[in-house]
């Protein structure tokens, strides 16, 4: 196993031997109030139960399945919406990237960004994201296999960027349909060191399940969430809003934000127990 890595972003650290992280927000920004209500609940229910917090929404959904699916309200726009979250609630934000033009407007306000999955694989991306010199979020493609992953973290960290965390959101199984391999979590912690993280809520997701639009079942993102968690990870990913069945996007896979509380009560339990153990970094025995 190679040495943990630890990644520091604002007033968060993210470490598979340290106590989880949360990366939360409503999956797609819907307008300046919605966020920062939405960025109040959100820290001050992680202050309380004294868990990190990067704030997260998207500025463009550009992998949308049909072409009247709403996209969100654009770069700039969201810009300075993230920068009002950061100055009025002091949390990290997060957002993606779909184009090498995008991460140097995005790296002036954001502390981290994400790369999508489908296009975890595009070197240039990588590269013009990694030299921002800001954390980096790197989803595996639901096409990727978890020994995959130390190749595109390589195409990030050879910009000399190692603020590296990978996200695990399930592999594309049959039609329409996703499933998350618990056994990559702990992989990819082995075979890379970085930070590993579970999307619990696009795990959870039915791709183009509902024929114009993604499907999803949001009562199972906890399962995946406290699976995961009992492995010894760095940190959750989980997609929430105030009322999911009207958000423009994602709405069927997102946790309902007066859950997430009773939702992080039980995973911070067993992280605790999972790392109680400073030998078994990443929840793996040794037989």
Avoid at 45 to 57: N, P, Q
Avoid at 234 to 260: C, Q, R, Y
Wanted: one cysteine or more.
């Amino acid at each position: 196993m190679v040495a943990q890595k630890h990644v520091q972003v604002g007033n968060v650290t993210f470490g598979n031997d340290l106590p989880f992280c949360l990366i939360a927000g409503p999956c797609s920004m819907e307008g300046r109030n919605h966020a920062l209500e939405m960025a109040h609940a959100l820290t001050e229910m992680c202050s309380e139960l004294g868990i990190g917090l990067i704030y997260k929404s998207s500025f463009d959904k550009a992998n949308r399945t049909s072409v009247d699916g709403n996209r969100g309200i654009g770069i700039m726009p969201a810009m300075s919406i993230f920068q009002e979250v950061k100055d009025t609630y002091g949390c990290p934000v997060i957002t993606d990237v779909h184009s090498e033009e995008q991460c140097a407007v995005v790296g002036e306000v954001c502390d981290m960004m994400q790369i999508p999955a489908f296009l975890c694989r595009q070197t240039d991306l990588l590269l013009a994201a990694g030299q921002t010199g800001k954390a980096i979020n790197v989803k595996k493609g639901q096409f990727l296999a978890p020994w995959d992953m130390p190749n595109v973290c390589k195409k990030v960290a050879s910009t000399g960027n190692e603020n590296i965390l990978i996200t695990e959101r399930g592999s594309s199984f049959g039609y329409n349909t996703l499933v998350t391999d618990m056994r990559g979590l702990p992989q990819m912690a082995e075979d890379t060191g970085y930070p590993v993280i579970i999307d619990c809520t696009h795990s959870v997701q039915q791709p183009g399940g509902q024929g114009n639009s993604s499907g999803g079942r949001r009562e199972l993102a906890p399962v995946i969430a406290r699976s995961a968690i009992a492995l010894g990870i760095a940190g959750v990913f989980a997609e929430t809003h105030d009322d999911p069945d009207k958000a423009i996007s994602d709405g069927p896979n997102m946790i309902p934000v007066h859950k997430l509380k009773g939702v992080l009560q039980t995973l911070k339990a067993l992280d605790e127990v999972a790392k109680g153990n400073p030998v078994d970094l990443v929840g793996m025995a040794t037989y």
